[in-house]
């Protein structure tokens, strides 16, 4: 099977742009999970959907939001960048996001806000 | 919520030394993993390990649920065994998302 896949891998904007990442999860699989890494922060949780279903979210501001399509496929979305947006998104994998599943990370997204 | 904790936070050793890093998490878990970061940020997945031991190659991980710990056991090292070492757990309530150690960075010198 295809690993977790995600768009784009590099990305420059400026503060005040929005940008939205996207995630392809490996097949079938039904739970895409967001998390952001900075060096001062570490891995930090975003958000989790299952079935086009918001399931869980991290503390984070409305700029960042996602959702997710019919096929499983996630996009996430942050909008009026701030510098301290500058980092690397990654999304996660799993069957049903349940306590017994393995997760699975996409390479990444790394975001550069000047 | 769960405080996870990862030590030592840095470590040097050379080509073919053995080592231990070792992962504490506050609360009961039921899911706990083992990853490796590599130079271009990919996490790559070492080990699903919420209780017992397991063992890949020169890796193998051992978690003790009822203490609380998880240790990861690297030998024989290998220069590409460098990068950053990962732990993350889950409760049962938290579905899908993983509460992350702040990493342990190893630099493997030839």
């Known amino acids: 099977k295809a690993g977790v896949t995600q768009t784009p891998r590099y990305l420059i904007k400026t503060r005040g742009q929005q940008v939205t990442l996207s995630c392809s999860p490996i097949s079938g699989h039904r739970s895409v999970s967001w998390y952001q890494q900075t060096p001062g922060q570490g891995l930090q949780f975003l958000f989790e959907y299952f079935s086009e279903t918001q399931r869980n979210k991290g503390n984070f501001p409305g700029r960042f939001s996602g959702r997710q399509f019919s096929n499983s496929r996630s996009e996430m979305n942050v909008s009026t960048l701030e510098l301290g947006d500058s980092a690397l998104y990654l999304c996660a994998s799993s069957e049903a996001g349940g306590p017994g599943d393995t997760q699975y990370f996409g390479p990444g997204t790394r975001l550069t806000v000047l | 919520g769960i405080q996870v904790e990862q030590s030592p936070p840095d470590l040097i050793l050379q080509e073919g030394a053995n080592s231990t890093l070792r992962c504490n998490f506050s609360?009961?878990?039921?899911?706990l993993q083992w990853f490796h970061q590599n130079p271009w940020g990919q996490l790559i997945n070492l080990f699903y390990?919420?209780?017992g031991t397991k063992q890949n190659g020169r890796l193998s991980a051992t978690t003790v649920a009822t203490e609380r710990y998880s240790l990861l056991y690297i030998s024989s090292s290998q220069t590409t065994d460098s990068g950053v070492y990962f732990c993350?757990?889950?409760?049962?309530?938290?579905?899908?998302?993983?509460?992350f150690g702040q990493g342990t960075e190893l630099s493997v010198k030839p």
């Open positions: 390990i919420p209780s």
């Open positions: 993350a757990v889950l409760t049962y309530n938290q579905g899908g998302k993983l509460i």
């Open positions: 609360d009961s878990v039921n899911n």
